[in-house]
Structures are given as C-alpha cells and as structure tokens.
C-alpha cells in the first residue's frame, strides 16, 4: 500500500454473540490488512443494544470506532461509555441525548478521520432531519480533516440513496446500515464519493437478519406479540465493506463489498 493511501474496513451491523464471535475470528485474519476499521454495534448484545462488556471485546478484537443507531438504548448501563469510548450514537437525536453524533480518531500514522453516525427518519424513529444535521456538522469540522466516513442508519433504500448523491464530493464514504441486507450496489458515485446502500451484517446465516428464523414466521402467521432471539445454530457470516483512500485529498479511489463464512 503505498504510502498516501489509506486502508479502511467497515463490518455490518454485529449481531448478538454469533456476530462478535465471527468477528473476532475475521479480524484475527484480517486485522492486519488495514490502517483503520469500524463496524456497527447497535444489535452486539443479544441481538438488541449494547453493554459495557462488549463494547470492551469489540474494541479488544481490533475495532477503532463503533457506530450505532436507534437499538443503543436498550441498555442504559452503556450511556456514560457514548461519552468516553469510541462509540458514537444517531447525531440527528435531540439535544440532551447521551453521547455524541461523531467523532475524530488519529491512525498510528498521524492521519485524522472524521467518522460521523446519522439516522433515517422513513418508517424508523421521528428525529431531527438527518440531511440538515449532517449539514451542521460538515460545517463544524476542522478544515483540514479530509477523511470523512459516514454511517446512515436507516430503513429504505431511497432515503439512503438520496443521503448519497446529498452527500457526494463532499465525504469520503457514505456506508448504509440497519436492514441487515448487504447491497450489491456499491460504487463510487459521480463527484467521488464512495457509496452502498447497505454494509449487511455479522451474526447468524441461517436466520431472518439475524433472529432465529422459526420465530419471525410465526410471528408473520399469527400476527401475535413475539420475544425475538438470535438465531445460534449454522454458520456465522461477516459482511464487510473496504476502502482504498488517498491520505492527500480524502477521496475514495476503490470500494469493493464482500462476506466471509465461519463455522463456529
């Protein structure tokens, strides 16, 4: 790799304890290949949220930074961490909200990244509109940041598709999250902003995007209130997106979408 390029890794939303364990084994692999990695943890524990205690073996398998979304709530004992740790939540909640929307990590060679988390508001969580958010914080940076990475955590495709072409020539990457699904659409868009729709996952193959699968079709034949879990059984996946930037002006020159199969 030469030496003003920059090597990035990004990993799917993780999945209770089949996504952390996939991800440790990929990582135990791969780490080495690349200068900076985040991965979304708003579904690490138990398929639903975040704690302390994973958010410390997420970090300790090689993960620079954790984005979320709207399911880092559901353990309250990991608000004080939104503040303290690499971990950054929804920027576009409101005001008073634990945590912060983004944050700025220094690699080992001396090159900032600005990695900024965003949610939808189509048939998702009522926030502050994440396109004016963005705004305000692409305002706020300091100028001479050039990588910018960006997580859009939301529900359909064309509200990620329009954060896309909203946001290109102006970010680095624009990586989607939240449907579990990865897309193979990612590309560099035409002002050279590198684009998917969505990253996809880490957790359970055999399962309906991460949750046993048994459960989620009687849910949809009986309409009934249903305790979802996360499918253990079968072989685990890690999808991942990468990165190829140049250090000098903060534009992707590659993005490749790819998935990994562990049987663990």
């Not at 999945?15 to 080495?32: C, D, I, Q, Y």
């Not at 958010?55 to 979320?68: A, E, K, P, R």
Request: contains cysteine.
């Amino acid at each position: 790799m030469p030496n003003n390029e920059l090597k990035v890794l990004f990993l799917g939303d993780i999945v209770g304890s089949p996504g952390r364990l996939s991800v440790k084994a990929f990582l135990e692999t791969h780490r080495k290949e690349y200068d900076f990695v985040f991965a979304n943890c708003e579904n690490a524990t138990s398929g639903k949220g975040l704690n302390p205690e994973h958010l410390g073996n997420l970090l300790s398998y090689g993960i620079d930074v954790l984005t979320s979304g709207n399911h880092i709530w559901y353990h309250k004992e990991i608000f004080p961490y939104l503040k303290e740790k690499p971990v950054v939540r929804p920027l576009n909640y409101p005001p008073g909200t634990p945590g912060e929307g983004y944050t700025i990590f220094q690699t080992h060679s001396g090159t900032r990244i600005a990695i900024l988390n965003v949610m939808g508001r189509v048939l998702i969580t009522e926030l502050d509109c994440p396109f004016r958010s963005i705004d305000a914080v692409l305002e706020e940076l300091p100028k001479d940041i050039k990588i910018i990475l960006v997580d859009f955590h939301a529900e359909t495709t064309s509200e990620k598709r329009a954060m896309g072409f909203y946001l290109d020539g102006r970010v680095t990457a624009m990586v989607g999250t939240h449907t579990h699904v990865q897309t193979n659409d990612f590309k560099i868009l035409p002002e050279g902003t590198a684009y998917i729709t969505d990253a996809g996952m880490c957790g359970p193959e055999d399962s309906v995007i991460g949750v046993d699968k048994d459960l989620v079709i009687q849910k949809y034949l009986t309409c009934l209130p249903t305790f979802f879990k996360v499918a253990e059984k079968g072989p685990k996946r890690v999808d991942f997106v990468s990165l190829v930037i140049d250090i000098d002006s903060g534009k992707a020159s590659q993005i490749k979408a790819g998935c990994e199969f562990f049987q663990i």
